[in-house]
């Protein structure tokens, strides 16, 4: 079945640090890829997509390319800030699979100034 | 735009006793979505309407839980009786559509403890 497998966290870093989350997936066919994230208190919102290999999405300064040959959509984003301290989900949605969402265990993220 | 709204926000009952969520999606959303959310765990998908039809519930436990969503519109998640492991985040989404590039648009969740 397909799934998602995001890096473990959490993950602490200094402002204007770069940032890399990784992700990876399992697919059936060919699935639309997100990440979501979740400010303390709040619910999930999504930050980005990408909807075919080669795409790249890009949000608030993150960015993530949907490659078909590594099965990944890493997160990135050059300079981190404290407001961009929360968790991060990647998720994947698959036609071939009844469109059901595969969302990853989470990526904790804290930005200290 | 208002957003997805649920009710309510925090709940703590015991082992045993039943509980029932609600949930407004988005105006004009025809997609319904609720995800129960462990500690640690991402969200996982418990049922999918499409109108007022399910599409997917291959993930709810049926002999706990039950949903509805009369008129297609509000939807109501059920649980009796409740266990233990039933403690998590009930998070409700919405899209306009089933379509698999549809972005999903969260609620706050419902905040479950199960003493």
């Known amino acids: 079945g397909d799934s998602v497998t995001q890096m473990e966290g959490p993950v602490t870093l200094s402002e204007e640090a770069f940032l890399t989350i990784n992700c990876t997936y399992t697919a059936t066919g060919y699935p639309s890829l997100f990440w979501y994230v979740q400010y303390p208190g709040e619910g999930l919102q999504l930050l980005l997509k990408a909807t075919k290999a080669d795409d790249k999405g890009s949000n608030k300064g993150f960015e993530a390319t949907y490659r078909k040959e590594t099965t990944s959509f890493h997160l990135e984003k050059g300079s981190v800030q404290v407001s961009d301290s929360a968790v991060y989900f990647c998720a994947l949605s698959d036609l071939t699979d009844g469109n059901q969402f595969y969302f990853g265990t989470g990526t904790s993220l804290t930005v200290i100034p | 735009e208002a957003g997805v709204a649920q009710s309510p926000r925090y709940k703590i009952i015991e082992k045993r006793q039943s509980v029932a969520f609600w949930c407004n999606p988005i105006?004009?959303?025809?997609?319904l979505y609720w995800y129960q959310q462990i500690l640690g765990q991402g969200p996982k998908l418990l049922i999918q309407?499409?109108?007022?039809?399910?599409?997917?519930d291959s993930q709810l436990p049926k002999d706990r839980f039950s949903a509805e969503r009369l008129k297609g519109v509000d939807s109501t998640l059920k649980i009796q009786p409740a266990k233990l492991e039933d403690s998590a985040v009930y998070l409700c989404?919405?899209?306009?559509?089933?379509?698999?590039?549809?972005?999903?648009?969260f609620g706050p969740g419902t905040r479950l403890l199960v003493l």
């Open positions: 309407f499409q109108n007022n039809g399910v599409v997917d």
């Open positions: 105006s004009g959303h025809a997609t």
């Open positions: 989404a919405s899209s306009l559509d089933a379509g698999g590039q549809e972005t999903q648009y």
